[in-house]
């Protein structure tokens, strides 16, 4: 997923924030700093094209992996977007077909 940052401080290019079962990581690219516009804003903030992505602990890449192929991983992460959950009834009617075609009787 692809936006534009705004900080006060310049960010980091790659931020890798591990989780137990799922790693964050944002790429950035582009940072300038600009002026603020804002009505009795008075300074600076920075900004910058950002990408993010999210991936199983277990898979995530390395700081340097990505290090080594940036520009690659940013268009990657530009591009990704989250896997669509399924609903509670649409599990069910997947257990529901399952059980059909095997023959096995679910009980109520």
Known sequence: MRSVSTSAEKQRDIEI????????????????????????????????????????????????????AFEDWFDYAAEWTAPKQKSLAQLQADIEYIAAMTGVELEA
């Open 17 to 68: 924030l591990p989780g137990k079962e799922v790693t964050q990581i944002y790429l950035r690219t582009d940072h300038k700093e600009v002026e603020d516009t804002e009505e009795g804003m008075t300074g600076t903030h920075w900004e910058c094209e950002e990408a993010f992505m999210a991936c199983s602990t277990d898979e995530a890449p390395t700081a340097e992996e990505i290090e080594e």
